[in-house]
């Protein structure tokens, strides 16, 4: 790529950046991101069949991408219960800090009857209310939350908030029937065809239109009314790592060395916003620039290395 591409792309990257409004309370040196994956309840085997899949799926997709399973979160089948998912909410409110990141997948059944959405789970539901509460409580600086259930478009409004990217099966809570988004989703983590760019890395927004688009066609090529509409709100989606599709263990040494490259820069970036209502607007723009534009480079020559694998 030119030089002139390359300094596009750098813009490109700074315009984005100006949208990330989130103050980060920490260096990103130290920042990790931490996965919740739940399965709710089936009520018949053949969607508790699908729904435990679907969630061992993604777990191997988060794995995967952390290079292990330490900071994976995985409840489904009788241990997802609402106390199981409250402790496992509960104790990420006491380790994750500011700096990190949490992706969190609910699959399963949801239902709405008018005043409340409630997520389905062996034993009581958690209603989305307390759900809410309980994400908000997670002091990570970015969030990912995607509610696969039906009926999950009730939460559109009152699961937002700063730092999160928020994705619902539906538009509304009014589209009670079973989603297909899960199915579409969990091979999207796992897909090259998902990977518009080709760089091995799955963005929200991506996994997004992937599903978004699987589950419209497979309605049409049923020829029936599609029940259900996925809606993406929030926090740009093109910024979210959602997944890679290789574990950076397996990645060559240089490949390797440009990673830790790209993660010191984001670190940078992340603390320089830490700081931001403390500098002169110009020197701040000015500091931000610069190392998107560093950050820039070393992306394009992460994707010239893996073309060239």
Known sequence: ??????????????????????????????????????????????????????????????????????????????????????????????????????????VGHGTYDGYAYKYNLPGRDLDGEELGELLGAVPAGRQLVVNTTSSSGAVLESWEREGRTLITATRSGGERNATRFAEHWTAALSSE?????????????EAFDYTERMVAESYENEGTLATEHPQLTGEPAESFTAARLAAR??????????????????????????????????VYLNELQALLLELALVQQRIDDARGEE
């Not at 002139?4 to 700074?14: D, I, P, Q, S, W």
């Not at 993604?58 to 290079?67: I, Q, V």
């Not at 060395?257 to 209502?277: H, K, P, S, V, Y």
């Open 249 to 282: 263990v397996a990645l060559t040494q240089e490949l390797e060395r440009m990673f830790a490259e790209l993660d010191d820069l984001e670190g940078q970036i992340q603390a320089l916003r830490t700081r931001r209502n403390e500098m002169d607007s110009d």
């Open 1 to 106: 790529m030119g030089a002139a591409a390359v300094l596009g792309a750098a813009v490109r990257t700074f315009r984005l950046a100006l949208l990330l409004t989130p103050l980060w309370l920490a260096p990103a040196a130290q920042a990790e991101l931490y996965y919740l994956i739940v399965g709710g309840l089936g009520g018949e085997p053949a969607y508790a069949n699908r729904f435990l899949a679907q969630t061992e799926t993604l777990a191997d997709a988060a794995a995967r991408s952390l290079g292990g399973d330490a900071r994976v979160t995985l409840l489904n089948g009788e241990a997802a219960t609402r106390e199981a998912l409250t402790e496992a909410l509960q104790g990420l409110a006491g380790t994750v800090t500011p700096a990190d990141t949490l992706a969190v997948f609910l």
């Open 193 to 205: 065809n998902a990977d518009t760019n080709r760089n091995g890395i799955i963005t929200a927004q």
